[in-house]
Nanobody, 127 residues
Framework: QVQLVESGGGSVQAGGSLRLSCAAS????????IGWFRQAPGKEREGVAS????????EYADSVKGRFTVSQDLAKNTVYLQMTRLEFEDTGVYYC????????????????????WGQGTQVTVSS
């Protein structure tokens, strides 16, 4: 069983920055895919970014490319999402998720590949 705890959400004005953290505990693979997802009110959950610890490859949604950066500190079992130049449309609840198994998932931004989820952290961007 993997436990994930997100933190770092908050309220910020458009153009500002936030850094989200996702701390993992319990049984975690040394190799894993971690994804960040978000859900805005009335909208479906969407994949934002992902990282695979095996080769440090990352993937981003087009809407956040160049603004968000995902990184991982294996020693701390923590994944970060640095968000810059935030826009009103970035508002939502952000979740981190851990994929099942040690292999890189074929669709890193597809929630169906992830088995464990955190409780989410709210990000509110005011325009």
């Amino acid at each position: 069983q993997v436990q994930l705890v997100e933190s770092g959400g908050g309220s910020v004005q458009a153009g500002g920055s936030l850094r989200l953290s996702c701390a993992a505990s319990g049984y975690t693979y040394s190799l894993n895919s971690i994804g960040w997802f978000r859900q805005a009110p009335g909208k479906e959950r969407e994949g934002v970014a992902s990282i695979y610890s095996g080769d440090k490859t990352t993937e981003y949604a087009d809407s956040v490319k160049g603004r968000f950066t995902v990184s991982q500190d294996l020693a701390k079992n923590t994944v970060y999402l640095q968000m810059t130049r935030l826009e009103f449309e970035d508002t939502g609840v952000y979740y981190c998720a851990h994929a099942t198994g040690p292999s890189k998932v074929p669709e890193p931004l597809n929630a169906e590949w992830y088995n464990w989820w955190g409780q989410g952290t709210q990000v509110t961007v005011s325009s």
